[in-house]
């Protein structure tokens, strides 16, 4: 979390960062500042403060290692250097309890591909820690780069491609614009992770969006696992499909408008439940429902009135929390 400073403050970077921890039985709640990250590219001369760079949610993780009450956090940022030929990174760490970051200087990035098929990467949409062991940043187009932070002297980094296809300017007819916020990625136990993919398709069955009026708003629904594994070749698995003819048919749906859904979001306690959005520009109106994917069942819906926008595609932003 980040608090603005004083109105009155020239720094460049005019916020503090903070980690906060919930309390429990054996303990109270916490609130630690951390020192700022001096890390400053070639290019950012004069436009980022030296003293201290903002972290960003897209750039930043932070990973607990250990139990609940003997354990540590890292803070861990990751700049990703993608004008090299086959990608670098910066990844710096803060542990707590400590005022100094750790820098890892161009740590190179490892292809589950092979690097003679490697594509260039895209900068982090989110972090993801997943256990105790692995920090994961996911791009918007096709980048999942894992960090194995079992060795905190020498993380290691692997780029492995999403399951998920590239943007082709053919692929949408009718002028069609890309699916809102279609996809997301939570952690499915301590060395997995879980990936949701909303699919446009066509009434003939094909893959791709089209404005027939059986194809405007059809889609299907994809999760896939990946178990993380720095020592052995790994893979996504497809786990399910679930076609939204399937889902608007459940009990519970009735009322529910019958469009694309957007911003899957992945729950902390069962990656089989995926909570979604449906919007409804027309009627003002966003629903959000819970869906189990593997048993193909709705779970729960809730109507959020009053908030949905056509120029805004994310006019809700929903975050979970898991307290210990």
């Not at 070639?42 to 003997?70: A, H, K, Q, S, Y």
């Not at 791709?208 to 070749?233: I, N, Q, Y």
């Not at 939204?244 to 069962?270: F, K, N, T």
Request: proline share 6%; net charge negative; with cysteine.
């Amino acid at each position: 979390m980040a608090r603005r400073r004083s109105s009155s403050s020239t720094a460049a970077n005019p916020y503090d960062h903070f980690v906060y921890r919930s309390g429990g039985e054996a303990r109270r709640p916490s609130l630690t500042l951390l020192s700022g990250l001096k890390f400053v590219r070639d290019m950012e001369e004069g436009l980022v403060d030296p003293n201290g760079r903002i972290l960003l949610d897209e750039d930043t993780g932070i990973l607990w290692r250990g139990d609940n009450d003997d354990g540590e956090f890292l803070v861990v940022w990751m700049d990703l250097r993608s004008h090299t030929e086959h990608g670098v990174a910066n990844v710096c760490m803060l542990r707590s309890g400590s005022s100094q970051w750790e820098h890892n200087l161009s740590v190179p990035i490892v292809h589950e591909e092979g690097e003679d098929v490697m594509r260039s990467l895209s900068g982090a949409d989110m972090a993801l820690p997943v256990g105790d062991r692995f920090l994961c940043w996911v791009g918007s187009r096709h980048s999942f780069i894992l960090c194995d932070m079992a060795d905190l002297s020498s993380p290691k980094l692997l780029h492995v491609p999403l399951p998920w296809l590239p943007w082709d300017p053919d692929y949408y007819t009718d002028d069609l614009p890309p699916l809102t916020d279609p996809h997301t990625m939570g952690a499915a136990g301590s060395s997995a992770v879980r990936f949701v993919g909303i699919e446009p398709r066509c009434c003939c069955g094909g893959f791709g969006r089209c404005s027939c009026p059986k194809s405007r708003h059809a889609f299907t629904v994809t999760p896939w696992t990946l178990t993380l594994s720095m020592d052995e070749p790994i893979a996504w698995v497809k786990d399910t499909v679930m076609d939204c003819e399937e889902l608007w048919a459940l009990s519970g749906y009735e009322g529910i408008p019958r469009v694309h859904l957007q911003s899957p979001m992945v729950c902390l306690d069962d990656p089989d439940v995926v909570w979604f959005k449906v919007v409804s520009c027309e009627e003002n109106k966003e629903w959000m429902i819970q869906v189990d994917t593997r048993r193909k069942a709705l779970l729960a819906a809730s109507l959020v009135q009053g908030t949905a926008s056509r120029w805004r595609s994310h006019s809700c932003d929903f975050r979970q929390a898991k307290l210990q």
